[in-house]
C-alpha cells in the first residue's frame, strides 16, 4: 500500500488530476455568482465590464496560451533534463517527476485551463431563444488565475534552471537515499555473524542443503521488509530457518535470478517464496 501511494504522489498525473477536479468546482460555483449591482468602485474596475463576445475572446486567449505554454515549457524541460541526466545520473528524471514545484506548477495550468474552459462554455449570447449570459466574477476570477499562472512560470523556470545544477542534483540525491536508508533500516535487524572475518555471503549459516527462492518477474528491488523476513524465520513450520539475501535494494532483477538462499531447503513453500 505504501509502495502504490509512493509511486501516486511522485506521478505526474497525480496533481494535475486534483487540479482538474478543483477548477471544475470552482467553475461551476462561481458562474452562478451574480454580478454585484451595487459594488463600490474598485469592485467595478476589477470586476470584467464587457459583453458576452469580448468574454469570450479573452477566455479563449487564455485557454490556447496556457495549453501552448504548458506544451512548450515541460517540453524543452524534459530536453534539457535527458540531456543533464547523461552527465550525472538518470535519477535526474525520476527527481524531476516527484518535485513538488514541477508538480504543483503543472497543475495550476492545467487547472487553470480545465476552469477557463469550462467557464467559457457557459457564456451565451442574446438570441430570441435565449437570454445574455455572461458571469462577470468568473471572468474576473479566471484573469486572476491568469495572473498565478504567470507567477507559477517564473517560478518553474527559476526552479528547473537550479534543479540541473551539479550541486543541487548531489545535495537532493545525497538527502533522498539518506532519507531511503532511514526508511528501509531503522533499526538493527537479526543478530550479527558469528565469525565477522568470514565472508557473509560466502559462509555456510548451518549444515544441510540450501535451496532458492527466485525471481518470478523482472524489476528493480525498491524495499525489504526485514522485520517480515525475520519474524518468518521464527515462525515457520519446519522449525528455525535461515534467509540470506542475494541481491542489494535498488539492483535490477531478471526472472530466474536468485532472490535469496534458505536453509534447509525443505523450507521452501509458497508462502516463503510469496514472502
Request: net charge positive.
Amino acid at each position: 500500500m505504501h509502495l502504490a501511494w509512493s509511486r501516486i504522489r511522485d506521478s505526474l498525473w497525480f496533481v494535475p488530476s486534483v487540479a482538474v477536479v478543483v477548477g471544475t468546482m470552482l467553475a461551476i460555483v462561481t458562474v452562478r455568482v451574480p454580478t454585484p449591482e451595487d459594488a463600490g468602485e474598485f469592485a467595478r474596475v476589477w470586476l470584467f465590464g464587457g459583453g458576452a463576445a469580448g468574454a469570450r475572446s479573452m477566455l479563449s486567449a487564455i485557454a490556447s496560451s496556457l495549453i501552448t505554454v504548458t506544451g512548450v515549457v515541460f517540453s524543452v524541460t524534459i530536453v534539457a533534463l535527458q540531456l543533464a541526466s547523461s552527465q550525472f545520473t538518470p535519477r535526474v528524471l525520476g527527481s524531476f517527476v516527484a518535485d513538488r514545484v514541477n508538480q504543483g506548477v503543472l497543475g495550476v495550468f492545467i487547472g487553470t485551463f480545465t476552469y477557463t474552459l469550462l467557464v467559457l462554455r457557459t457564456i451565451r449570447s442574446e438570441a430570441e431563444d435565449r437570454e445574455l449570459f455572461v458571469p462577470h466574477v468568473a471572468v474576473a476570477i479566471a484573469l486572476l488565475l491568469l495572473l498565478v499562472s504567470i507567477a507559477a512560470l517564473i517560478i518553474y523556470i527559476n526552479h528547473s534552471a537550479r534543479s540541473i545544477q551539479a550541486s543541487v542534483i548531489l545535495h537532493r540525491e545525497t538527502r533522498r537515499t539518506l532519507g531511503r536508508v532511514e526508511v528501509l533500516f531503522p533499526q538493527r535487524v537479526g543478530h550479527p555473524a558469528r565469525d565477522a572475518s568470514a565472508d557473509a555471503r560466502g559462509a555456510v549459516p548451518h549444515a544441510g542443503v540450501s535451496d532458492f527462492v527466485l525471481a518470478s518477474q523482472s524489476g528493480y528491488l525498491q524495499a525489504l521488509h526485514a522485520d517480515a523476513l525475520w519474524k518468518l524465520e521464527k515462525e515457520h513450520r519446519a522449525g528455525p530457518i535461515t534467509i540470506r539475501v542475494e541481491i542489494a535494494v535498488g539492483a535490477f532483477v531478471f526472472p530466474g535470478k536468485r532472490l535469496a538462499t534458505v536453509w534447509p531447503a525443505d523450507a521452501v513453500d509458497a508462502r516463503l517464496e510469496r514472502a
